[in-house]
């Protein structure tokens, strides 16, 4: 087998894992409506704190961008 078959498979086994962990952590959710919430509550914070950064860098490089004249 070559080097870059190997490279494949054992990239191939460590996403066939993260995709089983993942849903064994999705199996939990469904069996723990409390922690489901938490997780919820918690991406909302998190979305909000991203798109506050997000709106103050686009305000940022608007204001740094130079200045150009419409042509009349």
């Known amino acids: 087998m070559a080097p ?3 490279a494949m498979r054992a990239a191939a086994r460590e996403l066939i894992a993260a995709g089983r962990s993942f849903l064994d952590a999705a199996e939990a ?3 723990d409506p409390a922690a489901t919430e938490r997780v919820v509550a918690m ?4 979305s909000k704190q991203v798109q506050r950064v997000v709106s103050d860098a686009a305000d940022d490089l608007a204001k740094r961008a130079p200045k150009t004249r419409k042509n009349t």
Do not use: A, G, R, Y
């Open 4 to 6: 870059d078959e190997d």
């Open 29 to 31: 959710l469904l069996d």
């Open 43 to 46: 991406m909302s914070v998190v």
